[in-house]
C-alpha cells in the first residue's frame, strides 16, 4: 500500500421523511447528479483531492458511489430491505455490463471487497466483509438496531489489467416502529472499551490537512497497536445530510521502517465542502477490532468539536476477535 492516503467520496441521496412507523415499500432509487465529490481514488494512488467546485459543492465528474452502475458495473441488492432487530441475511451481487455476476476480484487490503453500512442519522457504522459463493453472490448475517432508512457501499476492484477501484451505493430499509434520532453532537473523544481515542488537527474542505488520532488505554499510551487489513488503523468519514463517503488510508504502513504501532495513527484527508462529518476510527490491539466515532466540522467551524467524551457507534467491529 503505498503510504499516502487514498480516499474514496461518494454521495448518497438524501433519506425521505419517515412517518411514525417506516413501512416496507421500496427503497429510495440512487441520484446520478448533483453535489458530491469526485470520484474514488485508487489504492496505490497519492493523494486524492475531492474534486469538488467548495463554492457550489459541485463535482467536476459524477461522483463514485452515487450511482449504483458505473464504469459497466451494477451493485444488485437482492435484500433491499430487512426487519428492523431482527437477524436476518444481507446477500447482494456486482454485476458486469452483461448482466452476469463478477466472480474475479483484485484484493485489496486482504479482502476483494469491502461493505460499508451507515445509517441516516449516523449513529449506526458497519465495516463488514461478506463471503462470496461461486456463482458471484455475496452475504452476510446481520441484524439492525433500528427502523429507518440506510445506506451501503460496495468497495471493490474487479479483477483484469487497467481495472479501476470503484465504490458502487445502494439505499437499505429496516422496517420496523421508527423514531427520528438526534444528529451525534461535536466530539474529538471518544471512549470504547477502556480506550479512549483522540482526534487532533482539522478537516478542511477543498484542502489537505492531516488528522492524527491517539491511542491510549486506561491512561497509557498504547505503544502495540496490530496490523488490521494491513494497516494500523481504517478511517472512514460520512458527511451529515447526505451522507458524502470519504475513505481515507493512513500516512505509512506496518513494517516500512518509519510507522509506529501506536499511539498516533496519522492520516491526510481532503473534506468536500464544508459542513459536520462523523468520523469512525477501526483499530485493532490485542486481537480485537474496535471502532472509535468522533464528529467534527469542516470549514468556519473547524477545530470547535468540543472537547465531551463520545461512546463508539453501534458497530459490527468492535469486541471482534481475530
Given amino acids: 500500500m503505498n503510504t499516502a492516503m487514498k480516499i474514496t467520496v461518494s454521495t448518497a441521496v438524501l433519506a425521505a421523511s ?26 496505490g494512488a497519492g493523494t486524492a483531492s475531492a474534486g469538488a467546485d467548495v463554492g457550489s459543492g459541485l463535482a467536476d465528474s459524477p461522483a463514485g458511489g452515487l450511482q449504483v452502475s458505473e464504469a ?11 426487519e428492523a432487530g431482527q437477524q436476518s441475511e444481507l446477500r447482494f451481487a456486482i454485476r458486469d455490463e452483461a448482466g452476469r455476476q463478477v466472480t474475479a476480484y483484485q484484493r485489496e487490503h486482504d479482502k476483494e471487497l469491502h461493505l460499508i ?6 449513529a449506526t457504522y458497519r465495516h463488514l ?33 487497467d481495472k479501476k477501484n470503484l465504490t458502487l451505493g445502494a ?34 474542505p477543498g484542502s489537505a490537512g492531516e488528522l492524527k488520532l491517539n491511542v491510549t488505554k486506561e491512561g497509557q499510551a498504547v505503544t502495540d497497536l496490530q496490523p488490521y487489513l494491513g494497516a494500523y488503523g481504517h478511517l472512514v468519514a460520512l458527511r451529515s445530510g447526505d451522507l458524502a463517503y470519504l ?23 481532503t473534506a468536500p465542502t464544508a459542513g459536520t462529518y462523523r468520523l469512525f476510527l477501526d483499530f485493532q490491539h490485542n486481537g480485537t477490532v474496535r471502532t472509535a466515532a468522533f464528529t467534527v466540522q469542516a470549514g468556519a467551524a473547524a477545530g470547535t468539536g468540543g472537547g465531551q467524551q463520545e461512546p463508539a457507534a453501534e458497530n459490527s ?6
Fill in 247 to 269: 475513505h481515507v488510508h493512513p500516512n505509512g504502513e506496518p513494517g516500512d521502517g518509519t510507522t509506529k504501532a501506536g499511539p498516533e495513527i496519522s492520516f491526510t484527508a
Fill in 18 to 43: 419517515f412517518g411514525a412507523a417506516y413501512g416496507v415499500g421500496g427503497a429510495v432509487g440512487p441520484v446520478t447528479a448533483g453535489s458530491g465529490p469526485a470520484a474514488h481514488a485508487g489504492h
Fill in 129 to 161: 466483509h461478506p463471503t462470496r459463493a461461486e456463482d458471484g453472490t455475496w452475504s452476510i448475517p446481520l441484524s439492525l438496531p433500528a427502523a429507518g432508512d440506510y445506506r451501503v457501499f460496495a468497495d471493490f476492484t474487479p479483477a483484469g489489467k
Fill in 72 to 82: 459497466g458495473y451494477t451493485l444488485d441488492l437482492k435484500t433491499p430491505r430487512l
Fill in 171 to 204: 439505499d437499505l430499509a429496516a422496517s420496523g416502529p421508527y423514531k427520528a434520532a438526534e444528529p451525534p453532537t461535536p466530539s474529538r473523544t471518544a471512549a470504547v472499551d477502556g480506550y479512549t481515542v483522540t482526534v487532533n488537527g482539522d478537516l478542511r
Fill in 117 to 122: 453500512l451507515a445509517s441516516r442519522d449516523l
Fill in 317 to 322: 467491529t468492535g469486541s471482534h476477535r481475530h
